[in-house]
């Protein structure tokens, strides 16, 4: 596979700098992709597959999201900081400062997806389609799954898992081989890890202030600022075409991807069988195969739209 050439930089916010990065040519005729990944707190490396969409010639967009990677770090900032709102007009800023608020598709992954079905519910003129990969509607919903998904664990890895969060020992060995064990079946079933994923966790790592702020020491025990979090009353408000990814043993179960099919008119959904939460690493060519014919549909259906609609000026 031949990538195309890339572009990075840093792009001013507020006080802040959002480091970002564009693989491919803006000036295409396509519409761009923009990714907006997942954490809250994380980087887009464990996203990087995703540059496998400009081999059509379209142009990929992924950038690090403020208090993660490469962004701005900001360990001193309390919950009150740290918000929705923030990120959403973290994203305002890219658009506009890329020039791409016009017309762009948008793609997010758990968080991520969150943050764009936030965005989606604002009905911005420019957004051409919406693909949400294994996002919940809910958090709630999130909690709810996760202590079913805990409850088929083994019960001496789920009495560790219990006993350490009664005691608040999260640090302790045992606890974090337990959660590992939950992440190698829910999160990423792909072991060992790819370097990208890797990296991404390096940068968690290296300050996870706002992960554990907006949601908590880990994937399942969610007591963050996200935690009563929920688009289900507003998710009928999506008004472009939709696509939901989620994996057969994703920790974002078909029960907390369900409100979003339900109701976002035509909205398509596929489920990767050998997949959990990162089908772009675990089940990658065919998750490239899938997002790739949605966005050239989403993108011959726009070019249908404009024709019919010149032709129906000058007929006037």
């Known amino acids: 596979m031949v990538i195309a050439s890339s572009t990075e930089g840093f792009l001013a916010f507020g006080d802040y700098c959002t480091w970002y990065r564009v693989t491919g040519d803006l000036s295409s005729g396509l519409a761009p992709l923009v ?7 994380c980087s887009h490396d464990y996203l990087e597959n995703l540059v496998g969409l400009c081999e059509g010639g379209r142009a990929v967009i992924h950038y690090d999201q403020l208090g993660g990677g490469r962004s701005t770090l900001l360990p001193t900032r309390d919950a009150a900081f740290w918000s929705v709102g923030l990120f959403l007009s973290e994203l305002e800023n890219l658009l506009d400062a890329l020039d791409v608020r016009g017309d762009y598709h948008l793609l997010g992954q758990s968080w991520g997806g969150m943050l764009a079905a936030e965005h989606a519910v604002r009905r911005p003129q420019g957004l051409r389609s919406l693909i949400l990969s294994n996002s919940p509607a809910s958090m709630p919903l999130w909690l709810s799954e996760a202590r079913v998904l805990r409850s088929r664990m083994e019960p001496a890895v789920a009495s560790v898992l219990d006993h350490h969060e009664a005691q608040g ?28 994923l890797v990296r991404t966790m390096d940068y968690v790592k290296r300050d996870a202030t706002v992960y554990n702020l907006m949601n908590g020491p880990n994937e399942f025990f969610c007591v963050g600022t996200l935690r009563n979090w929920t688009i289900e009353q507003r998710a009928h408000e999506i008004a472009v ?9 994703d920790e974002a179960t078909p029960r907390t991807v369900q ?4 109701a976002i008119r035509g909205a398509r959904w596929e489920i990767f069988d050998s997949s959990s939460h990162m089908p772009f690493i675990e089940e990658r060519e065919r998750y490239l195969e899938v997002v790739g014919d949605f966005l050239d549909e989403m993108d011959a259906r726009g070019r249908s739209s404009q024709l019919s609609h010149a032709g129906s000026g000058h007929a006037s």
């Open 259 to 262: 409100p979003f099919y339900d």
């Open 35 to 41: 990714v907006l990944h997942g954490g809250p707190g």
């Open 169 to 196: 020992t999260l640090s302790d060995p045992a606890y974090l081989a337990a959660t590992q064990v939950y992440y190698d079946r829910h999160v990423c079933r792909s072991i060992p890890n790819p370097p990208e």
């Open 241 to 249: 075409p939709t696509l939901l990814l989620s994996g057969r043993y």
